[in-house]
């Protein structure tokens, strides 16, 4: 398997250093020589590798400990100009992910799961032609919607997620920019659960932002994913200065979720009636920071209908780092879920960034499944980063969950709703993890 995974990876370093033939940066002739016309121009090749260690230990699960040691292997090339077209341009990556310490689901069974399996894959692979303020795109991509909180790259994860769209964003206007794509793959970390779906029965992404002044940020959006719900929703947002370096920033967003459009995967449509608002205020000083953001995920109102979910996005980020709330946040949360999340840290080009946060998480309704408690349990997080030198990064992270009750998720298996309980054991994880970029 590891001879092959070389090979795919080794046939993707090709394309990059072969793109160099091909821009004409030779003094051989050749057919595009004769043709007068370079095929390829302006190509720019990029590396990186970033090998990491996690470690996961969940209180009185069966499983032995896990301890993965994975490399992701990412080679790259970016096109400036296809068929001498102005404009036209084009991006093609490929990652391959070893275990190089492989005590971890699931790659051995009777271990905690580290989803980092061995894997290797075109990642990107896609076409872009810019005209004015416009541009059009077509492939295999990484899409971020604004802070990955609806549609993200989930890319803490070796292998990171990318959808197959077809796209046009765009500033029509000074101050007003949106994004119109179409969804036809999703390619997720782990295989299983990659998607597909007709043309004609694609998710659609609408994102429109409007700078109102400097210090306020509006949008709407409307994200209509084929198979789970129609969410729409509004949000504001900005950045005050208050003078000698201080700066408050906050953030208001509310969505509401309806029964999707359009079902192509599974039998019939699944219901939802259910909504969400996040609220958040930060502050900023001589390099410390701090942030408070409260978080409502609606319930699913239902014995078969599915509680607000997040799917696309990069949940790690927003729920914990242990990933505990992972789950609900992407199937939806049986009784609601409220999450408070206080963060402080210190930044400095110098010593590097730390940061430690503290999240409790509560249902919003009685469990009626967990003896009726709306207590599912509380996180701390700690993150320490440095940049060691101009490509080189280095991050050191942990996260302690703490259980009370744990929560109940709803899970859409193409005809109903079923009731999975989850998060009622502690949890612990550590990584550490170098990152080196060309």
Known sequence: ????????????????GGAFLLSGQTNTANAQDLLGVSFIENVKPYLEFRPRYEYVDVDQSGNKEANALTIRTKVGVNIGTVLGVNGLSATLEAIDVSALV????????????????????????????????????????????????FIGTVGWRQMPQSLGVLAVAGKPVQGLDFLLAGVYERKF??????????????????DVNYQVVPQLRIKGFAYLLTDI??????KASGKVSLGNGINISYLGEYAKQEDPYENDNFDKKPSRDTDYYRLKVGASAMGFFGNV?????????????GGFSVPLATNHK????????????ANGFKYGMKELCLSVGYKNKTIGKFMVAYLTFDADKSQTELGGSKDIGSEIDVLYTK???????????????????????????????????YGRN?????????DYKY
Request: positive net charge; aromatic residues 16%.
């Open 189 to 206: 970390v782990v295989d299983r659960e990659n998607l597909d779906w007709h043309l004609d029965k694609m998710p659609i992404v609408l």
């Open 1 to 16: 398997m590891m001879k092959g995974k070389v090979l795919s990876l080794g046939a993707a370093a090709l394309l990059a």
């Open 229 to 234: 719900h129609n969410t729409y929703g509004v």
């Open 387 to 421: 940049k060691l030198t101009k490509r080189l990064s280095f991050l050191a992270k942990a996260a302690w969950y703490d259980a009370d009750k744990g929560y109940v998720f709803t899970k859409y298996n193409g005809t109903n709703f079923t009731s999975v309980q």
């Open 102 to 149: 492989d005590d971890y689901a699931p790659q051995k069974s009777g271990y905690e799961t580290v989803l980092d399996p061995d894997n290797t894959r075109i990642t990107q692979a896609y076409l872009a032609y810019k005209f004015g303020n416009y541009v059009f795109v077509a492939g295999r991509k990484y899409v971020i919607v604004d802070d990955h909180r």
């Open 293 to 305: 953001m409260y978080t409502y995920f609606g319930d699913a109102g239902g014995a078969n209908k």
């Open 318 to 329: 927003f729920d914990g780092w242990a990933d505990v709330l992972l789950k609900g946040a």
């Open 426 to 434: 502690d949890v612990t994880k550590y990584w550490l993890q170098l």
